[in-house]
């Protein structure tokens, strides 16, 4: 899913380099989050919008964005009235689906994340990882696509030939009218090919949930966790001290990338539709509306967070939404959280200082209005 817009993304990329050349607006009603300089740096625009309210209406955009920490919460915690319908294109069996139904489909998909099978995702991650180093390398095509393909690759059921098909299939559908429609298409037609495709059909299922669910594990779980990777190590380069720390204490990597996840979550926004009208934080957002709550908002709150875009690797447990938050949690979040620590840790394992082989503003990013993640970052390796 990284490069489905990549058009977009390629009309706007010119526009994107360098700062912000105007102050953030104060205005709902006149803010545009899809103007170039606030997808490259949207976090002051959505602290902005704060001072409004925690829950407001762009027209612009002819949606409700949920700005607050508790506001967000909120709307997590009851998917009776924020269903998560916008996502029955991507799939319609689990992610877009709603409790009571979605519930019994949770439960059976959870069987197949148990502690044996996340060790040995974890030790796929690792064996990759290690496989993947050199002494210079592009931290996304390199790194972070290999190891989230392959851990997903391992997590399906897939055998490398196989997978490779996979991988072929998404690069040609780049250039298709519709990318996303294209490689779901191509997904489908090879899910019956994976291990767990057998597994739940075993429990009953039908034939096209089981082939939905596929899709939805092979498009979360690459694409999310080479995100989480690519913003780990460019915020590694860009803060020496972060990088020091965690060489002298291995322990720390963990909570650095708890950090990295609060302060750049895959997904900036997560739709939602109402099913009637309903209040939040005083707000009254009318039935059938296109609601966002903003993850990456929310994360940033000050009334939650002290120094909330500050990283601090002691800030202890945090209630972030970067893999969600209620019934519809991310259930692979365990098996992204190990992955990217590993591919964190092993990085700094194997080098003594890591540094970018190109000026950070020249940094080429996948910049939309709901995700901003670099699309390249050339790294080297130091040694001594």
Same mark, same amino acid.
């Given at each position: 899913?990284?490069?489905?817009?990549?058009?977009?993304?390629?009309?706007?990329?010119?526009?994107? !380099?360098?700062?912000?050349?105007?102050?953030?607006?104060?205005?709902?009603?006149?803010?545009? #989050?899809?103007?170039?300089?606030?997808? !490259?740096?949207?976090?002051?625009?959505?602290?902005?919008?704060?001072?409004?309210?925690?829950?407001?209406?762009?027209?612009?955009?002819?949606?409700?964005?949920?700005?607050?920490?508790?506001?967000?919460?909120?709307?997590?915690?009851?998917?009776?009235?924020?269903?998560?319908?916008?996502?029955?294109?991507?799939?319609?069996? @689990?992610?877009?689906?709603?409790?009571?139904?979605?519930?019994?489909?949770?439960?059976?998909?959870?069987?197949?994340?148990?502690?044996?099978?996340?060790?040995? #995702?974890?030790?796929?991650?690792?064996?990759?990882?290690?496989? =993947?180093?050199?002494?210079?390398?592009?931290?996304?095509?390199?790194?972070?696509?290999?190891?989230?393909?392959?851990? +997903?690759?391992?997590?399906?059921?897939?055998?490398?030939?196989?997978?490779?098909?996979?991988?072929?299939?998404?690069?040609?559908?780049?250039?298709?009218?519709?990318?996303?429609?294209?490689?779901?298409?191509?997904?489908?037609?090879?899910?019956?090919? +994976?291990?767990?495709?057998?597994?739940?059909?075993?429990?009953?299922?039908?034939?096209?949930?089981?082939?939905?669910?596929?899709?939805?594990?092979?498009?979360?779980?690459?694409?999310?966790?080479?995100?989480?990777?690519?913003?780990?190590?460019?915020? #590694?380069?860009?803060?020496?001290?972060?990088?020091?720390?965690?060489?002298?204490?291995?322990? =720390?990597?963990?909570?650095?990338?708890?950090?990295?996840?609060?302060?750049?979550?895959?997904?900036?926004?997560?739709?939602? @539709?109402?099913?009637?009208?309903?209040?939040?934080?005083?707000?009254?957002?009318?039935?059938?509306?296109?609601?966002?709550?903003?993850?990456?908002?929310?994360?940033?709150?000050?009334?939650?967070?002290?120094?909330?875009?500050?990283?601090?690797?002691?800030?202890?447990? +945090?209630?972030?939404?970067?893999?969600?938050? %209620?019934?519809?949690?991310?259930?692979?979040?365990?098996?992204?959280?190990?992955?990217?620590?590993?591919?964190?840790?092993?990085?700094?394992?194997?080098?003594?200082? =890591?540094?970018?082989?190109?000026?950070?503003?020249?940094?080429?990013?996948?910049?939309?209005? +709901?995700?901003?993640?670099?699309?390249?970052?050339?790294? %080297?390796?130091?040694?001594?």
């Amino acid at each position: 899913m990284r490069r489905y817009a990549a058009a977009i993304a390629r009309r706007v990329r010119p526009l994107l !380099r360098g700062r912000p050349q105007t102050e953030p607006p104060s205005s709902a009603a006149t803010i545009d #989050l899809r103007t170039p300089h606030v997808v !490259r740096d949207p976090f002051p625009y959505y602290e902005a919008l704060r001072q409004e309210g925690s829950v407001l209406f762009l027209p612009r955009h002819d949606y409700w964005i949920v700005l607050g920490h508790e506001a967000v919460r909120s709307a997590f915690a009851r998917p009776e009235h924020f269903s998560n319908a916008p996502y029955r294109d991507v799939d319609a069996v @689990l992610l877009a689906a709603d409790p009571p139904e979605q519930t019994a489909m949770r439960r059976t998909v959870a069987r197949l994340f148990s502690p044996a099978d996340s060790a040995r #995702l974890e030790e796929t991650a690792e064996r990759l990882a290690n496989g =993947l180093v050199k002494p210079e390398l592009d931290v996304v095509a390199d790194y972070g696509l290999p190891i989230s393909r392959g851990v +997903t690759a391992d997590l399906l059921g897939l055998d490398r030939a196989d997978a490779a098909e996979i991988v072929a299939a998404e690069a040609r559908s780049y250039g298709a009218p519709d990318p996303l429609a294209d490689f779901v298409g191509s997904l489908d037609s090879m899910a019956h090919r +994976t291990a767990m495709f057998g597994t739940l059909m075993a429990t009953g299922m039908p034939v096209g949930s089981a082939r939905s669910l596929i899709r939805l594990m092979w498009l979360a779980g690459t694409t999310t966790t080479q995100r989480v990777i690519a913003r780990a190590i460019l915020r #590694l380069i860009e803060g020496e001290r972060d990088q020091q720390a965690l060489r002298a204490d291995p322990a =720390l990597v963990r909570p650095f990338v708890e950090e990295v996840l609060r302060l750049h979550p895959p997904e900036h926004m997560v739709p939602r @539709l109402t099913r009637a009208d309903v209040a939040l934080d005083g707000v009254t957002i009318p039935a059938g509306a296109d609601v966002r709550l903003c993850v990456s908002a929310a994360n940033r709150d000050p009334a939650q967070f002290d120094q909330p875009d500050r990283l601090m690797l002691d800030r202890g447990s +945090t209630r972030h939404f970067a893999f969600g938050a %209620g019934a519809h949690a991310c259930i692979g979040a365990q098996i992204g959280r190990a992955t990217a620590n590993i591919a964190v840790a092993t990085l700094l394992r194997r080098s003594t200082v =890591l540094r970018s082989l190109h000026p950070l503003d020249e940094i080429r990013y996948f910049a939309t209005e +709901t995700a901003l993640s670099p699309e390249s970052l050339w790294v %080297g390796l130091g040694h001594g």
